[in-house]
């Protein structure tokens, strides 16, 4: 299968994407939002969609039982497996995959989230509803993403705006989509941080990100 162009792009900056700026904080923030909005625990199963290098993983492998960690990009799925490798990590499963299929991965997890991932996605309903069958019972759908604004295309250099689809999201765009499923009991979305990030003319932009907490029925 040929290679899309978000696969290419992400593919060449596997190795420099932890060096990067901002892409660490973003993880650590995103990080931080899965604790403050579900209670994990050491029998807590995650599903990290659009995993990369692991960053948000690394983050919070420690405190539950299993993540499984799925991206479509080998340069990231590299990285990523390299550091678990190295790091002795046996509680995290990389999988080098598009994931299109309801009984692609076998099984349901108490947390799905993604960080920062939508917007490079073409359709969002249908990754929602297709995420939506991997959130286990009482589970929950936590989904980190750009706040539309007027400076939220400034968030990407032009030069990377090939495989961006979105330019962030409005409330109701996510609550819509996820409602659409008839798979959650509840469905929110609230701003959770900020991120400082220098645009192409050189000015620092701050841009916020939110999150859709969806819980399974």
């Known amino acids: 299968m040929m290679a899309s162009v978000v696969q290419k792009r992400f593919d060449a900056e596997a190795l420099n994407w932890d060096s990067m700026p901002t892409t660490r904080e973003v993880a650590q923030k995103t990080a931080k939002g899965i604790r403050e909005h579900v209670a994990l625990n050491k029998s807590t199963t995650c599903l990290d969609f659009g995993s990369g290098t692991g960053l948000v993983s690394e983050e919070i492998y420690q405190d539950v039982a299993k993540i499984v960690a799925v991206d479509n990009s080998t340069g990231m799925c590299e990285v990523f497996q390299h550091k678990v490798e190295t790091k002795g990590i046996d509680n995290v499963n990389v999988r080098c995959l598009t994931l ?13 989230f993604m960080n920062l991932t939508l917007h490079h996605i073409e359709d969002p309903a249908s990754i929602i509803r297709l ?13 980190f993403d750009l706040v539309k604004t007027e400076i939220s295309p400034l968030f990407h250099p032009r030069s990377k705006w090939d495989g961006v689809f979105f330019h962030g999201f409005t409330i109701d765009e996510l609550k819509a989509w996820a409602n659409a499923t008839g798979s959650f009991s509840s ?18 932009r701050t841009h916020p990100v939110q999150v859709l907490k969806a819980k399974k029925m």
Do not use: N, W
């Not at 469905?187 to 620092?204: F, I, L, P, R, W």
């Open 100 to 112: 299109d299929r309801e009984d692609q991965l076998g099984q349901t997890f108490d947390v799905v």
């Open 131 to 143: 995420l939506a069958h991997y959130v286990a019972k009482d589970g929950h759908l936590l989904i």
């Open 187 to 204: 469905v929110e979305v609230v701003q959770v941080y900020t991120v400082d990030k220098v645009d192409d003319e050189g000015c620092m």
